[in-house]
């Protein structure tokens, strides 16, 4: 973990409860071979393993994908594990500001820069308002995918409709966030960035709608791997929300 990351996760008290079926382990030997091979893996804080209910309590500082952690305690498959769906559905009825806490602070966060930057005279130029709000998310949220940018790939193959045919993708699309993030800050021709802004999100929420439709569990991709947000309607109104600021300033070009 680097120290930036570290910095972070201190920062904001980000640690990753989650709770695995664990099938194969017959004796305390098992156990035992299970939890340390779990605890090798860099992100894992703590792992507490139960052979009566067969069940793996993981704490991590980041998540880490099932078939990663498969591969850690055996990539034989003597034991395997698999997303307990009880967990699943007590993870689900979960104070839902408590889930989005990371996302709804890094929104109030740029609303409130954009607000204030945008008065002038009294009055708020919404344009303003709108090109500063567009530079603090697409930064923001850039800045969190490079964090870990082969596990925000890795996240966004599961879901996005380019990325699951071509793997480099998610790697371009952080450069192309920061990209536009630059782009909105320094004023760079409205219309290509706007335009762009448009066809990239436009794309991108394709495959967020169809993971949300199909009721699909899987983890947002959105802030990169460094938290651990599901894939539900918020991030269909993030995305929704960058398209319609994107074609709304097309128009007052």
Sequence with gaps: MSALQFLFYQLLSIIMTHTYHITGMTCGSCVATVKSQLLKLQDIISAEISLENKQATIEMSKHISTNALQEAISPDKKYIITEDSTAMKEDEAKNWF??????????????????????????????????????????????????????????????????????????IYAFIELFLGIAYTIDFNPFITNISTLIIMSISIIGVLQSVLNKQKIKCACLGAVFNLPMSTVTIIEDALMIAMSAVMLMII
């Design 98 to 171: 408590a889930t989005y806490k990371p996302l709804l602070l890094i929104f109030a966060f740029i609303t409130f820069i954009s607000f204030v930057s945008a008065q002038m005279n009294n009055e708020i130029h919404w344009m303003h308002f709108m090109n500063t709000f567009m530079a603090g998310f697409f930064l923001t949220f850039s800045f969190f995918k490079f964090l870990d940018l082969k596990g925000f790939a890795e996240s966004y193959s599961m879901y996005d409709i380019i990325a699951k045919q071509v793997k480099q993708w998610g790697y």
